[in-house]
């Protein structure tokens, strides 16, 4: 069974090789360059990614087809949103947020690799009740 402990290792895990990525390339690229060499890195340390996949939407019965998209899911657990902007904004959390409740997992990052230093800069990470949920160990 999943746990609190293996939930927050997974995210630690996955800031420290965004941190890697932004080491080796530094700011100023495209999104789509950080999202494929961060789930290339996470893949080859034996994660499972799924990335650009559509997030459903259903309001009270009506299903709609949205471009809802989220950027990376780690481990079924973790989603990951990436960003290449001047400051994060309010709209970036609850867009991850949204995905967050949607898909009613337990944690997500949201990621700007537009900075010096991602994990002192820009780099935030939310909960959700799924993760309150959880066992701690």
């Given at each position: 069974m999943t746990t609190q402990k293996d939930v927050n290792a997974l995210s630690r895990a996955i800031i420290g090789y965004a941190i890697e990525v932004h080491k080796e390339l530094g700011p100023g690229l495209l999104e789509s360059?950080?999202?494929?060499?961060?789930?290339?890195?996470?893949?080859?340390?034996?994660?499972?990614?799924?990335?650009?996949?559509?997030?459903?939407?259903?309001f009270k019965g009506l299903?709609?087809?949205?471009?809802?998209?989220?950027?990376?899911?780690v481990n079924d657990l973790v989603i990951?949103?990436?960003?290449?902007?001047?400051?994060?904004?309010?709209?970036?959390?609850?867009?991850?947020?949204?995905?967050?409740?949607?898909?009613?997992k337990p944690k997500g990052i949201l990621i700007n690799f537009n900075c010096l230093n991602i994990f002192k800069e820009v780099q935030q990470t939310f909960i959700t009740e799924h993760f309150r949920k959880l066992p701690i160990e």
């Open positions: 360059i950080y999202e494929k060499c961060l789930a290339h890195l996470l893949i080859q340390n034996g994660y499972i990614v799924v990335g650009q996949q559509s997030v459903p939407l259903n299903d709609l087809t949205c471009e809802l998209r989220f950027d990376l899911l990951v949103e990436l960003k290449t902007v001047d400051k994060i904004l309010p709209i970036h959390e609850a867009q991850l947020l949204s995905y967050l409740k949607l898909l009613k």
